[in-house]
């Protein structure tokens, strides 16, 4: 319910619109009660033959009803979805604003096509919160006591059984199947996360599945997924179904009891004949607007829980800290480590354990290690993407916690093992790290990267698909060249590279490095002499440090692998 209230806040932005809704909602509502109930006295005054003028009053006053009747459901649509495409744009906003600083620590936790599902269906769901929740009661309760008020005045009887059938439509009855909606919702959600999350697979894994022989094992699951998904849903309507025909059957009821109390109020003398078919024209009008009650219990249910699932993904938005200091700008700044241990969300094994680094302003650090020693882990920690279980990170001695993400990942030129490609030219996809480089300057990056003969129009396909995994990494290089800032952080940047380009592309970028901080990962223990410090982790801990020179005097852990390597490139 909490979530929910969250959605009504971004709902109150428009307060004019909702208002507008709920005002012509009850007058197309009551204006349709109105327009039959003067038929239905109309049809009888007709028969003792009033004076014309009483008729052509009546005829006017009906033409009157009919029209503002259709006036009001007309604005009441137009507020009522101008207000909730805006609730909805502004619930989209503020969900990715809180979305964006927990990647990637939220596509740990959620497999991507239910995280899609959640972003994009659940966001969408909460349209039906405004629309089919919360104003129809508010605009039903509203009808009905004017409607009730009118019907006291002609008969007490007929006014309690309309408060008897309200009661049963609008409380009863959705508050059953509300109860009986729940269990089903909950079936239908884990039914198309389990789908989404089965189609994502399928299309990301399509190759793989396709080389392993694995595609009609994975087809039959899917198949299988949507079926299952298919089942709950038919489920859902049929409870929706059975819903409506409950309500139609109850207002139908109410109906014949009016006409049966109505008949023997007007044997007794207790109520004009004339305004029989006026109050059972009012029965019969007034329940029309109860209907959409049918639909609230499942609109509800289905609100709540994807309030609910949006307010998971982001519920560990409190934690973040305040941000009080930032970063020098255009200067090499310094980073220490402090004892820092850490492990990933959901894993008890430490990636890094107590690990205690000094890193100078405008230094050049290799780390090296063997695969899964926590080489990445620790740039995605200098990076912000997790916060240290213990220990601190300094930057020029200030605590990282006190500098926001935003201003970290500004100051850092990064090459991941890892980097993304869009759909576009090459231009396209240089320009994300500086777009205001003109073409002059991406052909002179593109140089120093050895990719010369690239055409900055030439098409870049989804994900690179068209580049191979060195033409990739140039890339990735190129943009760090462009975005120039005085911390470089580069994950094995050249394990595609032929020797003769990588130690090319170095030299530049050593050179372009010359004042900065420069921190490179790598496995190849070759080129490292010009480092002025190579850290060596094994299995999260920091094992040796020094100088090349230093450690090969040392002959420990690095002189062994470099050993090892020699004996291997022999
Ligand atoms: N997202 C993750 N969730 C859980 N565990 C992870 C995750 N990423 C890495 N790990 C684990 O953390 C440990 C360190 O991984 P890391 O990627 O830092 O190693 P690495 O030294 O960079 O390896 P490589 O040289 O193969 O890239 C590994 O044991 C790995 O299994």
Avoid: C
Avoid at 24 to 42: C, E, H, N, P, R
Avoid at 148 to 172: D, E, Q
Avoid at 212 to 233: F, H, P, T
């Amino acid at each position: 319910m909490n979530e929910l209230r969250a959605v009504v806040k971004d709902m109150m932005v428009e307060k004019r619109d909702i208002y507008l809704s709920v005002l012509f909602g009850f007058l197309a509502g009551i204006t349709a009660v109105a327009l039959f109930a003067s038929s239905g006295y109309l049809i009888s005054k007709a028969a003792l033959l009033p004076p014309i003028y009483t008729l052509s009053l009546m005829i006017a006053f009906l033409k009157i009803m009919g029209f503002a009747r259709a006036f009001g459901r007309y604005l009441e649509r137009l507020y009522s979805h101008r207000a909730t495409f805006t609730m909805l744009s502004q619930l989209r906003v503020n969900f990715y604003e809180k979305l964006e600083p927990l990647a990637p620590k939220i596509f740990h936790k959620y497999r991507s096509g239910d995280l899609l599902s959640r972003i994009v269906s659940d966001i969408d769901r909460l349209q039906n919160f405004f629309l089919r929740v919360y104003y129809p009661p508010i605009v039903l309760g509203l009808i009905f006591f004017a409607t009730i008020l009118f019907t006291v005045f002609y008969s007490i009887t007929v006014a309690l059984l309309l408060l008897f059938g309200l009661f049963l439509t609008g409380v009863i009855l959705p508050a059953w199947f509300a109860f009986k909606q729940r269990r089903i919702e909950v079936r239908l959600r884990e039914e198309r996360g389990a789908l989404s999350s089965e189609v994502t697979e399928f299309l990301y894994g399509f190759m793989d599945l396709k080389l392993y022989q694995q595609l009609d094992a994975k087809e039959k699951e899917l198949e299988e997924a949507s079926v299952r998904y298919i089942d709950e849903q038919e489920k859902e309507g049929k409870m929706a179904s059975y819903h409506q025909s409950l309500n139609s059957m109850v207002t139908l009821l109410v109906s014949w009891l009016v006409i049966a109390f109505g008949a023997y109020l007007v044997a007794n003398n207790q109520l004009d004949g004339v305004f029989l078919a006026m109050l059972i024209m009012i029965s019969l009008t007034v329940f029309e607007n109860a209907v959409p009650m049918a639909l609230v219990p499942a609109h509800f249910e289905d609100s709540r829980r994807a309030a609910k699932r949006l307010h998971e993904v982001v519920q560990d938005e409190e934690e973040q800290v305040e941000v009080t200091s930032s970063l020098p700008v255009d200067q090499a700044f310094s980073i220490d480590l402090k004892g820092v241990s850490f492990s990933f969300p959901g894993e008890e094994r430490d990636s890094l354990k107590d690990v205690t680094l000094h890193i100078p302003a405008g230094s050049k650090t290799a780390i090296v290690g063997a695969s899964g020693s926590g080489k990445s882990t620790l740039f995605q920690l200098l990076l912000k993407f997790y916060n240290p279980a213990s220990g601190s990170i300094l930057f020029n001695e200030t605590p990282q916690h006190e500098v926001s993400q935003e201003d970290i990942w500004a100051r850092t030129n990064v090459v991941q093992q890892e980097n993304h490609y869009f759909y576009g030219t090459i231009r396209d996809n240089l320009q994300i790290a500086d777009e205001h480089a003109g073409d002059d300057r991406l052909y002179e990056v593109l140089t120093h990267v050895d990719l010369s003969h690239f055409d900055l129009d030439q098409s870049v396909l989804e994900k690179g698909e068209n580049l191979s995994g060195g033409e990739k990494q140039r890339l990735a290089i190129a943009r760090a060249l462009l975005k120039d800032e005085s911390l470089w952080l580069l994950d094995e940047p050249t394990s595609s590279l032929d020797a003769v380009t990588e130690q090319h592309i170095y030299e530049h970028v050593f050179q372009r490095a010359k004042h900065d901080t420069l921190i490179l990962i790598s496995h190849r223990l070759m080129g490292l002499e010009k480092m002025d410090q190579i850290i060596v982790l094994d299995q999260g801990e920091v094992v040796e440090s020094g100088s090349y020179q230093e450690l090969m005097r040392h002959e420990g852990y690095f002189y062994r692998m470099k050993q090892i390597e020699k004996e291997v490139l022999v």
